[in-house]
């Protein structure tokens, strides 16, 4: 078990360019959650899967924001004509079903520059 | 809507100077209250889950106290290794898709001097 891993780690960008994220959640963990953290302040929940399925989206997901998680394995997160205010770190987590579905286990994060 | 308020916003102690964070909480119904730690550059690493009024729970140097209202993390004779950010989360009883999505605050930095 490595934990959840997140690639890459940092991504700067130019205003209007588009960027992906990948999250590699925990082997056995069935559910994978997608949190944005911006500097001083706590995660905000954007998203969450269960298996392939997308169950929940923040409305702090706009339509420039896409997530997928194909076969229910890795997932990424998607961000189009990124803008300034997309600057931020990127969380993924995941948790399993039964007990302890609410412990989430984050990864270490994606941080975006948008210059 | 859920709320959580984390104070203070950055608190310094002397290595064995005991202290306590506070985290008021607002939410529709409470299925449980979560201490996460933080460390710069890393993802949030979970603490301890509690769940109805009364309820302790301890970890090493830290002991974390649930009311209806509010949670405490009681930290002990701390140590430099225990400077973070403590945050503070919960989550909202209701559907199943409610699973993990948490509504944190804002943290509460720690810095312990030796």
């Known amino acids: 078990d490595t934990g959840v891993s997140q690639n890459p780690r940092h991504k700067i960008t130019k205003r209007g360019q588009n960027v992906t994220f990948r999250c590699d959640p925990i082997?056995?963990?069935?559910?994978l959650y997608w949190y944005r953290q911006t500097l001083g302040q706590g995660p905000e929940f954007l998203t969450y899967f269960q298996n392939e399925a997308q169950l929940e989206k923040s409305r702090l997901l706009s339509d420039r924001f896409s997530a997928e998680r194909p076969k229910g394995s890795f997932s990424t997160l998607e961000i189009q004509r990124t803008e300034q205010g997309d600057s931020a770190m990127y969380l993924c987590?995941?948790?399993?079903?039964?007990?302890?579905?609410?412990?989430?286990?984050f990864g270490a994060g994606s941080r975006l520059t948008v210059l | 809507e859920d709320q959580v308020t984390q104070s203070p916003e950055a608190l310094r102690l002397q290595e064995g100077e005991s202290s306590s964070l506070n985290c008021s909480y607002t939410?529709?119904?409470?299925?449980?209250l979560f201490w996460y730690r933080q460390d710069p550059g890393k993802g949030p690493e979970f603490l301890f889950t509690l769940y109805s009024a009364g309820e302790e729970k301890e970890k090493e140097r830290l002991k974390a106290t649930l009311t209806k209202k509010e949670s405490f993390l009681h930290i002990t004779a701390p140590k430099p290794e225990d400077s973070a950010t403590y945050l503070c989360?919960?989550?909202?009883?209701?559907?199943?898709?409610?699973?993990?999505?948490?509504?944190f605050g804002q943290g509460t930095i720690l810095t312990v001097h030796p």
């Open positions: 989360a919960v989550q909202a009883a209701g559907g199943g898709t409610s699973y993990g999505k948490l509504t």
């Open positions: 082997s056995e963990h069935n559910r």
């Open positions: 987590a995941s948790s399993r079903t039964g007990s302890g579905a609410n412990v989430l286990t």
């Open positions: 939410v529709s119904g409470l299925r449980g």
